[in-house]
């Protein structure tokens, strides 16, 4: 049984940053590499919210434009985790932020989520 487990949230004071992951367990490196992975979030009372996505390989990857120039995201496959580098943080990104996978043939619809970490910004 494929699991995606988050980590790296926390409170932060506006400007700063935070390295979020996602870690899978129950599948190998191999059949990792072959996961498309995104990163979504979700404030209180909104709808979620994609934030960015990288294919198989790492050899694309897309941020959403609300928070370009700012997030990046990157993968380890070695690892089989996928990081999302947080910075010059904003109020508006508080939120719960959940990785996704999914695996081939990449149906619309994803086949893992994680449940979530807590990213809270201070003004």
């Known amino acids: 049984q494929v699991q995606l487990v988050e980590s790296g949230g926390g409170l932060v004071q506006a400007g700063g940053s935070l390295r979020l992951s996602c870690a899978a367990s129950g599948v190998s490196g191999t059949r990792f590499s072959t996961y498309a992975m995104d990163w979504f979030r979700q404030a209180p009372g909104t709808e979620r919210e994609f934030v960015a996505t990288?294919?198989?390989?790492?050899?694309?990857?897309y941020v959403a434009d609300s928070v370009k120039g700012r997030f990046t995201i990157s993968r380890d496959d070695a690892k089989n985790t996928v990081y999302l580098q947080m910075n010059s943080l904003k109020p508006e990104d508080t939120a719960v932020y959940y990785c996704?996978?999914?695996?081939?043939?990449?149906?619309?619809?994803?086949?893992?989520w994680g449940q979530g970490t807590q990213v809270t910004v201070s003004s």
């Open positions: 990288i294919n198989w390989g790492g050899s694309t990857a």
């Open positions: 996704a996978a999914r695996v081939p043939p990449y149906k619309a619809e994803y086949d893992y």
